[in-house]
């Protein structure tokens, strides 16, 4: 049975930081890309971050690009997010994705992924 978990979401003023936390199990890191996306009320979802199952490729959406790195951890089967100097309309729930992809890069934009997290909450405000 495939989980993944997000956790580190909280709520921080506009500047600051959150490391999102993605722990994957019933799958490994080394066949699947990894995504991560948010979704803001009353808008779509959208894609943020991208890491293939290589680790050597990323991608990010423009609206991140700059502040936000991604990583993982094949270790602990698990994927980060950095989000660094934080702004309000950062706000949303953010998910972890996963889809089988042994080979070849991954886009942002993507959302044609398996495996969906939960979601957790990141609110941006003073």
């Known amino acids: 049975q495939v989980q993944l978990v997000e956790s580190g979401g909280g709520l921080v003023q506009p500047g600051g930081s959150l490391r999102l936390s993605c722990a994957a199990s019933g799958i490994s890191l080394d066949y699947y890309a990894m995504g991560w996306f948010r979704q803001a009320p009353g808008k779509e979802r959208e894609g943020v971050s991208c890491?293939?199952?290589?680790?050597?490729?990323?991608d990010y959406a423009d609206s991140v690009k700059g502040r936000f790195t991604v990583s993982r951890d094949t270790a602990k089967n698990t994927v980060y997010l950095q989000m660094n100097s934080l702004k309000p309309e950062d706000t949303a729930v953010y998910y972890c994705?996963?889809?089988?992809?042994?080979?070849?890069?991954?886009?942002?934009?993507?959302?044609?992924?398996?495996?969906w997290g939960q979601g957790t909450q990141v609110t941006v405000s003073s």
């Open positions: 994705a996963a889809v089988l992809k042994i080979l070849g890069s991954c886009q942002a934009q993507d959302q044609s992924y398996t495996y």
């Open positions: 890491i293939s199952s290589t680790g050597r490729n990323t």
